[in-house]
């Protein structure tokens, strides 16, 4: 029995220099992958109140000069030299963005680039993204779901 076909790959991108999202965009749609997955923070302070969810001492694993390209102007870039690798957010932090400007945003993107993007949606672990921001954090969840059914609706062209 084969499973040629049913088994695809995606290139996460860790947070790197400019200069190499293009080459690595090209690397991995010649190599095959099926998808490249950006990921997205508004910023960082170098100082947070909250403890990295995803360590096991609650620190950042980069420091705090780390560049950190907005997937919206990276995905497009990395697009426009690739044919066939389809992109994806990892993740977005939806409940701090407007889902109309995100919907506006994610249709531009996909009527250029031939449909090959896709969100990865999440909630957000930095108390400060929503103090600087105006956001409550205590309503993400609430905030990231209505945001969900609006961008439906907007791309379905039904809002």
């Not at 960082?44 to 403890?51: I, T």
């Not at 993740?91 to 990865?120: M, N, Q």
């Not at 309503?139 to 439906?152: D, H």
């Amino acid at each position: 029995m084969s499973i040629e076909g049913s088994l695809e790959f995606a290139l996460a991108l860790p947070m790197l220099a400019p200069e190499h999202f293009l080459p690595l965009a090209q690397a991995a749609e010649s190599a095959g992958f099926a998808s490249i997955a950006v990921p997205e923070s508004v910023f960082f302070a170098e100082e947070v109140s909250a403890d990295y969810p995803y360590t096991s001492d609650g620190g950042r694993f980069w420091v705090p000069e780390t560049p950190f390209l907005d997937p919206f102007v990276a995905i497009p870039a990395m697009a426009a030299v690739t044919e066939r690798v389809k992109f994806f957010t990892n993740v977005l932090k939806l409940g701090i963005r407007d889902p109309l400007l995100v919907a506006k945003t994610v249709s531009s993107i996909a009527a250029l680039a031939d449909g090959r993007i896709g969100l990865g949606v999440g909630l957000s672990w930095i108390p400060e993204e929503f103090k600087w921001l105006g956001k409550d954090m205590r309503t993400r969840g609430a905030r990231t779901n209505e945001a969900i059914e609006i961008i439906r609706l907007v791309q379905s062209g039904e809002f």
